[in-house]
Nanobody, 115 residues
């Protein structure tokens, strides 16, 4: 099993920044892929960014150039640096991992973008 704990959400003004963290209970090197997803009220959950065990990254068009996914292998943590935040970025952000063919989700962290 893999336990995931997200943190770093909060309230930020438009144009501001936040850094989300996803701490994993297993060595991140044993995890095939880690993704950040988000779900706004009334909308489907969508992929924001992902990073593979090999370090390859992928971004949704809506966040490319503003968000950066990275990982710290020593801390078994994946980060999502979010810059130039917009009101439409507001959502609950979830971490999801794939390990040995099984998907795991975190509990989510709320991001609110408002003036």
């Amino acid at each position: 099993q893999v336990q995931l704990v997200e943190s770093g959400g909060g309230l930020v003004q438009p144009g501001g920044s936040l850094r989300l963290s996803c701490a994993t209970s297993r060595s991140i090197l044993s995890i095939d892929i880690v993704g950040w997803y988000r779900q706004a009220p009334g909308k489907q959950r969508e992929l924001v960014a992902s990073i593979t065990s090999g370090g390859a990254t992928n971004y949704a068009d809506s966040v490319r150039g503003r968000f950066t996914i990275s990982r710290d292998n020593a801390k078994n943590t994946v980060y999502l640096q979010m810059n130039s935040l917009k009101p439409e970025d507001a959502a609950v952000y979830y971490c999801k991992t794939l390990r040995s063919g099984i998907y795991y989700w975190g509990q989510g962290t709320q991001v609110t973008v408002s003036s």
